[in-house]
Nanobody, 121 residues
Framework: QVQLVESGGGLVQAGGSLRLSCAAS????????MGWFRQAPGKEREFIAE???????????GYADSVKGRFTISRNNAKNTVYLQMNSLKPEDTAVYYC???????????WGQGTQVTVSS
């Protein structure tokens, strides 16, 4: 079983930055694909970013159009941690942000409990 714990959320003004962290435990981390999602009140959960291995045996990253150029996903396998650096935040980024893990991209079997991000105008 894999457990994920998010941290780093909070209140920030528009244009500011936050870095979210997701600590994983329970199984080998380095071979897992990792993703970030968010969910605003009354809305569906939305894909934000993902990171995994490409056929060239290196990390692949992908982003939703809404955050491309502003958010960066990264991972530190030695610390079993994945990060989401969020810059140029907008009020529409306000949501609960969730970390996810799985054996490959788009196959996320494990989820954290989420961390709240609130961006004021």
């Amino acid at each position: 079983q894999v457990q994920l714990v998010e941290s780093g959320g909070g209140l920030v003004q528009a244009g500011g930055s936050l870095r979210l962290s997701c600590a994983a435990s329970g199984r080998t981390f380095s071979s897992y694909a990792m993703g970030w999602f968010r969910q605003a009140p009354g809305k569906e959960r939305e894909f934000i970013a993902e990171i995994g291995w490409s056929p060239y045996n290196t990390y692949y990253t992908g982003y939703a159009d809404s955050v491309k150029g502003r958010f960066t996903i990264s991972r530190n396998n030695a610390k079993n941690t994945v990060y989401l650096q969020m810059n140029s935040l907008k009020p529409e980024d306000t949501a609960v942000y969730y970390c996810a893990a799985g054996p490959k991209l788009k196959s996320y079997d494990y989820w954290g409990q989420g961390t709240q991000v609130t961006v004021s105008s």
